[in-house]
């Protein structure tokens, strides 16, 4: 029973390890779906943004209506700008997952 347990856990685990790498590959399609979100942000004021740069990590989803609602956002001076700019904006992202939360990284530059 000891041995059967030295060698059945293992492959097991490294199974189940593989598994979760391959779950979340990436999609063709969101790179449509990145430039229409781009297009959304590109109005926002940095003004108020204290530093030159700023990354902002946007965590979304696209309803049955093709409506983006914002999962979450990470913490920044400018994340409620964000926020107001893309939540329940209508996309045209054909071939996007419906219901799938897809996280996109934006970084912000003060000119």
Same mark, same amino acid.
């Given at each position: 029973?000891?041995?059967?347990?030295?060698?059945v856990l293992?492959?097991?685990?490294a199974a189940?390890?593989?598994?979760?790498?391959?779950?979340?590959s990436?999609?063709?399609?969101? !790179? *449509?779906?990145?430039k =229409? $979100?781009?297009? @959304?942000?590109?109005?926002? /004021?940095?003004?108020?943004?204290?530093?030159d740069?700023?990354?902002?990590?946007v965590?979304?989803?696209?309803n049955?209506?093709?409506e983006?609602?914002?999962?979450?956002?990470?913490? !920044? *001076?400018i994340?409620? =700008? $964000?926020r107001? @700019?893309?939540s329940?904006k /209508?996309?045209?992202?054909?071939?996007?997952a419906?219901?799938?939360?897809?996280?996109?990284?934006?970084v912000?530059n003060?000119?």
């Open positions: 029973m000891k041995i059967l347990k030295i060698f293992p492959l097991f685990v189940f390890t593989n598994t979760q790498a391959f779950a979340n990436p999609d063709s399609k969101p !790179s *449509e779906l990145r =229409q $979100i781009i297009e @959304l942000v590109d109005d926002i /004021d940095l003004s108020d943004m204290k530093k740069s700023e990354k902002v990590v965590q979304f989803l696209l049955e209506k093709n983006i609602v914002i999962v979450n956002i990470g913490e !920044s *001076e994340s409620d =700008q $964000i107001s @700019l893309l329940r /209508d996309i045209n992202a054909k071939g996007a419906v219901n799938k939360i897809y996280t996109l990284p934006i912000f003060k000119a």
